[in-house]
């Protein structure tokens, strides 16, 4: 399993950027794929995930009406999950990783979207929000 995340970088408060991550060598059809961040001094967190079945998703209270996940398998044997970040604030600042895991665990209507639940991990992206 390969995870490669892209699209970080320096954007203004209230700017928008959208992290792209490429999944490959995933056999199964009911997993669990997400976005995490590690602010500076801070524990990795998750900000939202998604499922491949029906595309539930999660997110964490900071971003909830601004960020959005989704995910494309158009293409052949990969599986694309995007995070479009929107009205981005400095808070916002950190290395995103993107992570997967076989299964889709339901709780509370959305997949379980815990840092520990995801053995498959991409290396992560920076994105530094300041002006």
């Known amino acids: 399993v390969q995870l490669q995340a892209s699209g970080g970088g320096l954007v203004q408060p209230g700017g928008s950027l959208r992290l792209s991550c490429d999944i490959s060598?995933?056999?199964?059809?009911?997993?669990?794929m997400g976005w995490f961040r590690q602010a500076p001094g801070k524990e990795r967190a998750a900000v939202s995930c998604i499922t491949n079945s029906d595309r539930r998703t999660y997110y964490s209270d900071p971003v909830k009406g601004r960020f959005t996940i989704s995910r494309d398998n158009s293409k052949l044997s990969v599986t694309t999950v995007y995070l479009q970040m929107n009205d981005l604030k400095p808070e916002d600042t950190g290395v995103y990783y993107c992570a997967a895991d076989i299964g889709e665990w339901i709780v509370s209507g959305g997949p379980k979207c815990s840092d520990g639940g995801m053995p498959y991990w991409g290396k992560g992206t920076l994105v530094t929000v300041s002006s």
């Open positions: 060598g995933f056999s199964a059809y009911y997993f669990t």
